[in-house]
Every structure is written in C-alpha cells, then in structure tokens.
C-alpha cells in the first residue's frame, strides 16, 4: 500500500516536471516578445526540472539509501535561473530591443538617443554581411 | 556567529563548502573530510578579495519562514504562468514596472531580485547604478501600484526585517 502510494508520489512529480518544462518550452515559441519569452524558462521550466529531480530523489533514495546530490542539484538550479534571466533581460536592454507595443512603462534604457542606422550608414551592394 | 579571523575569513562560507562537498561526494570518509577542509579553508582565502561585506543575519527564524513562502510562491506563480501560456486567447498585459527599493545593502537586493524573477509573472531586469530603483518586467499586471505594494508588503519587508532592521 505505502509501496503504490510512493510510486504514485514519483509519478505525480515526474509527470508534473515533463508537463512544465513542456509549457515553458511552449511559451518559448507562442510568447511575442523577447521579455515575455524570457518567463518561460526562467521560472516554469526550472520548476520542471526541480520536480523531475525531487521524483528521481525519492526513487533512488527508496532504491539505495538516502541520496541527497539530486537536492543539491535544485538548490543550485533554483539559486543560478535568476541570474541567467537577468543577465539575459540586461544585455536585451542593452542592445534597446523593442518590446510589444502592448507593453505598459517607458523604462529610459529602452529610449534610443538616435537611430542604430540611418540610410548613409546602412550596407550598400549585395555584400553578404550586414 | 564564529567571528572571522585572517585564516577564515568567511566562517560561514567554509562551513557550507565543506558541507555541500561532503554531501556531494556521499561519503563521510577521513580523506573526504581532509580535502573538502582544504578547499574549505582555500577557496574563501584566494576568492576574498571580490567578495563584498558579508552582512549579517539578523533574525535567522524569519528567514527559514521566508524560504518557505518563497518556495510556496514558485509553484503557485508557475500554475499562473502556465495558464497564461496556454490560453488560446493570449490577452496578456505585459508592462515595464519601475521598483523603488526600500533595501540597501547590495546582498538583500540580489535576493529579493532573485525572488522576484522566481515568483509572481515577473522577471527583474535591470538594476539602476543608483541602485534605487529596480526594472522588473511582468507578463500580466492589471494595476501596477497594486504589483509594486505586493512585492513590498511580501518580499521586501521580510527581508527588511532579516537584514536591515
């Protein structure tokens, strides 16, 4: 009894985590702008993997003793996404990219003193680079 | 708290490094504890000079409650970002909200940043180098004085409480 209750508990978790990474990577592809696309993966694909991991720690812990290293593992993935999200959101900002129109607040970062190219500047000819 | 001294300069520091090393290698054996002791010893010596002031945790049961808040928080934010993904319609309000900062040592910040890209449909973007006013950007917000006072009465004034008070 204890034994199904168990299996159900890793099933439920890992269930859990493949559905959340799967709408994370989702959001990826239907969000509309770069900010927005950045919600996905920081928070519920990284929720998708801590639950996968939580599943495998109590697999293998009923498996072979206690096992902390897959804790360990989550602790690091939830302290690290942040920051990766934040860089990401940082150098966004740095290069001005243009959120949807929808997008509410003006933050100064995103106001451009003038345009990145105008027409003199633009490549010319039909050189392959930009 | 162990006060720090020339050789261990981050007590606190070491202690976590010899325990996360001993809890990565899954083994109490005497060379285990000998070399992550080293490291524990070594690692906060050679990386001392880019480490800030460590500050001090004031009230540490307050923390441990925060922790779980937090981690609460995640799970219900993700239910919230999932249905927002997932909704055909896709009537979101995404907004730019300018945080004004109440906290003012930089290691508090850093949590409640981390926090705040975590829990509710935002993500911090940019910190000012005034370090007054944090960019957050939110996927759904209907009124933003309404998200600003959320975050200050949840995250910020129990780590107010923590760190600062």
């Known amino acids: ?130 | 708290m162990i006060p720090p001294t020339r050789w261990l300069p981050m007590p606190v520091l070491s202690m976590l490094l010899l325990v996360v090393w001993l809890l990565l290698q899954h083994s109490m054996a005497l060379g285990q504890w000998i070399l992550g002791g080293v490291l524990a010893i070594l690692i906060p010596v050679v990386c001392r000079p880019f480490w800030e002031r460590q500050p001090t945790i004031k009230r540490p049961m307050k923390l441990i409650g925060y922790f779980f808040r937090v981690l609460g928080d995640i799970v219900v934010a993700n239910i919230q970002v999932s249905k927002l993904i997932l909704d055909p319609r896709g009537q979101m309000r995404p907004a730019f909200v300018e945080y004004p900062l109440t906290l003012k040592e930089n290691f508090p910040i850093t949590i409640l940043a981390s926090t705040i890209t975590m829990t509710p449909g935002t993500v911090s973007a940019h910190l000012r180098l005034d370090g007054r006013t944090l960019l957050v950007h939110a996927l759904d917000v209907g009124d933003i004085n309404a998200l600003i006072d959320e975050i200050h009465q949840r995250y910020e004034r129990p780590l107010l409480e923590i760190f600062e008070s």
């Open chain 1, 1 to 130: 009894m204890l034994d199904t209750m168990i299996e159900g508990v890793i099933a439920f978790m890992l269930i859990a985590g493949g559905a959340f990474a799967f709408i994370g990577s989702l959001g990826l592809t239907h969000l509309k702008d770069f900010y927005m696309r950045l919600h996905g993966p920081s928070k519920t694909t990284t929720l998708g993997v801590g639950c996968t991991l939580i599943g495998a720690l109590i697999y293998f812990s009923r498996e072979d003793g206690p096992v902390i290293q897959e804790l360990l593992i989550t602790i690091f993935a939830f302290i690290t996404a942040p920051v990766s999200a934040h860089m990401l959101a940082k150098s966004a900002l740095h290069h001005k990219l243009k959120p949807d129109p929808r997008t509410r607040g003006n933050p100064v970062e995103l106001e451009s003193e003038r345009p990145r190219h105008t027409i003199e500047e633009a490549p010319q000819g039909d050189s392959p680079l930009p």
